[in-house]
């Protein structure tokens, strides 16, 4: 599995304490409100708006709170405006790192985020440094009480997926980003229980941590994860799974 679909795994089991839910609902409603201003408040026209939405409701978002970004976003409210950034960089051993931002103060962020790297064994790198290693995919994971990996397969190769795998607790599903909706659609349809689902940065080879450089790696995911103007982080690290239950344990 790779280690972002590992981290999602993790974070997923955390218990959300009400600081950490409103920074997650704040982080979902600055999203809705850039895919409104870039694309327009109408949901069946705009893909961005419509994967935020998924998102704010996956969070348990407020509607009167989606329904203000909204219209913040289409100009109804007034705006404010983000710049949408991605900073890319290197954590313990080399693992490459992309951080996705979105900020009313580019001088600020740029200041905490290469902090954050640094404080962690990381360092920043240029445009280009470690963005090829990426590719932009869907991955719907797929809880194995909820089908058997034949049910999964059927249905999710049939809806237009291109791999099914296992995942150790689920099953992941990857699909390209225009068949990520078709996927997700089918699968919920046919009432199979997703553990997650979004379009998201896989990367194509992947970094193997020991413990140490493990504990590192994921204080400083947390790390950026916490910071209010990052939006998303993606890392190709691999960490052994009974490793990765101790440290988040």
């Known amino acids: 599995m790779s280690g972002h679909s590992k981290w999602s795994t993790i974070k997923r089991k955390k218990a959300l304490i009400d600081a950490k839910r409103s920074k997650v609902w704040t982080k979902v409603l600055k999203e809705i409100q850039v895919a409104a201003r870039m694309g327009g408040g109408d949901v069946g026209g705009n893909p961005r708006l419509r994967l935020a939405l998924d998102k704010a409701r996956g969070a348990n ?6 329904d203000r970004s909204i219209k913040k976003g289409s100009g109804e409210l007034g705006d404010v405006h983000y710049d949408e950034i991605t900073y890319e960089g290197y954590g313990p051993a080399g693992v490459a790192v992309l951080v996705e931002i979105m900020t009313d103060n580019r001088n600020r962020t740029d200041g905490e985020i290469r902090n954050i790297f640094e404080r962690h064994g990381g360092n920043l790198g240029g445009s280009g440094s470690v963005a090829w290693i990426f590719k932009k995919r869907g991955l719907i994971l797929v809880e194995k009480a909820a089908a058997n990996e034949e049910r999964v ?8 997926a291109d791999d099914v795998r ?8 990857e699909t390209d980003p225009s068949s990520y ?5 089918k699968l919920e349809g046919e009432k199979v229980a997703l553990a997650s689902a979004e379009v998201t940065m896989v990367p194509d080879n992947r970094v193997r941590l020991d413990e140490g450089k493990a504990q590192t790696m994921l204080r400083l995911m947390d790390a950026l994860e916490e910071n209010d103007d990052v939006q998303n982080v993606y890392a190709n690290f691999d ?11």
């Open 153 to 160: 397969m059927e249905l999710a190769i049939d809806a237009g």
């Open 181 to 185: 909706e078709t996927v997700r659609k």
């Open 166 to 173: 296992d995942g150790g607790e689920v099953w992941e599903v």
């Open 239 to 249: 960490i052994d799974d009974s490793v990765l239950e101790r440290l988040s344990g």
């Open 61 to 66: 978002v407020p509607k009167d709170a989606i």
